[in-house]
């Protein structure tokens, strides 16, 4: 039946799979589907995530701690490989009832405290160690504003454009269209204040650059559901310039490594248990060493 035709039924009812890619881990039901605890590391803070744009946010935040020399922020990274599920583990879901990675348990403390949804995350890192989060009024405010900017921007750029552009089973001008649109316009809306400020809240880098460069620099730099052309990214060449900028750290470059499980070997380090894993523990060592 062409789009057009389909007429919802009174009730929505969950009666056949929804198609495309990731069709599989789609249910309108939420909880743990089977039992599984979380493994548990060394370090205080223990990260169970996957290096997709949600996940990278916070392992550039966590390297770049490391960087600034906060030995508190040393971390475990667990790979939660969603596609097959591992989000809906009861362990999982104790830490995050939304099953969605990134999740955090930090247990520095006299008791582990949970943190989900990488906005929180980021804030929460940021407070606790005192860094990339400015303490004057104005600048906080500028920097919570681009940080929620993009927690509530990026899900018509994946959610939106990059599923109905890349993994719908079918192509629907419509769909297209309108999300093309609209993450033309957001990476607008971030041209043209990188046209007026080095970073994004202002000339400080913050966990606002942390939170939009895996989303809109990956795009811009030509990573995400291969629309580099189709979106014509090099045109915002104040969001390449920063992008560039920001590639340039060599925290930004270890926390892109960190549970990635596609691309070059060498740029993939599954897991992360210590800062020598870098140099160790990547994929093409790995198979090196078998
Ligand atoms: N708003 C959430 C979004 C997290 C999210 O969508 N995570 C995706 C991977 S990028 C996920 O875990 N998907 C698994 C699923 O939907 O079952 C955040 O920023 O943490």
């Known amino acids: 039946m062409a789009d057009s035709e389909y007429a919802p039924p009174k009730v929505w009812t969950w009666n056949k799979p929804s198609g495309g890619r990731f069709a599989s881990i789609n249910r309108p039901i939420a909880g743990p589907t089977h039992e599984k605890e979380l493994p548990v590391g060394r370090h205080p803070l223990q990260l ?6 949600n996940g990278v946010k916070v392992t550039i935040l966590l390297e770049e701690l490391l960087a600034l020399g906060h030995a508190g922020a040393e971390y475990d990274a667990w790979l939660i490989r969603i596609s097959d599920g591992d989000q809906f583990g009861s362990g999982f879901v104790a830490v995050n009832p939304n099953s969605k990675i990134p999740a955090l348990l930090d247990r520095s403390g006299p008791g582990p405290i949970r943190v989900f949804e990488s906005g929180s995350i980021l804030v929460y890192l940021a407070e606790k160690f005192g860094a990339f989060l400015p303490a004057q009024a104005a600048a906080r405010a500028e920097c919570l504003s681009w940080l929620f900017w993009q927690v509530g921007s990026a899900p018509y750029l994946g959610g939106g454009f990059g599923h109905f552009y890349a993994y719908a089973p079918v192509k629907i001008e419509y769909a297209i269209d309108r999300f093309a649109m609209e993450v033309k316009r957001q990476l607008d ?4 204040r990188l046209a007026q400020s080095e ?11 942390m939170a939009i460069f895996p989303w809109y620099g990956g795009l811009a730099k030509g990573w995400s559901y291969g629309a580099a052309e189709f979106l ?11 992008a560039d900028l920001l590639l340039e750290r060599p925290a930004v470059r270890r926390g892109r490594m960190v549970n990635r499980i596609s691309g070059e070997p060498s740029s993939q380090l599954h897991e992360r ?8 523990r990547t994929q093409d060592k790995l198979s090196a060493a078998k």
């Open 232 to 242: 014509s990214v090099h045109e915002y060449r104040n969001v390449q310039r920063w």
């Open 189 to 192: 809306v971030l041209d043209r």
């Open 199 to 209: 970073y994004v809240a202002g000339p400080e880098y913050t966990i606002a650059d």
């Open 273 to 280: 248990h210590d800062a020598r894993d870098f140099e160790t």
């Open 48 to 53: 169970y995530s996957l290096g997709t744009p």
